[in-house]
């Protein structure tokens, strides 16, 4: 039971190691891909420093000069982004 324990542990620890990695990846990815669309729909930002996931294409998004924006998909498809 002790070296299951231990196997256990050590599988934890490694899929934490190797997750954590890529999902700072996707973060940068997400941050630079706001930052873009807020910028083209001519709204000041300057840079996304933080994003957060409230569904499937709705973000709430906090720009770098304190600004705070909603982007999402609106019924027609169109990228949307609401001043919060």
Known sequence: MNKRVKAWALVVMMTAFFTGPARAAEDAAL???MTSVIALLGLPCGKAVNA???GDNDHVVTCQDGNRYRVFLNAEGRVVAEKQ
């Open 52 to 54: 957060v996931k409230k």
């Open 31 to 33: 941050l630079k891909d």
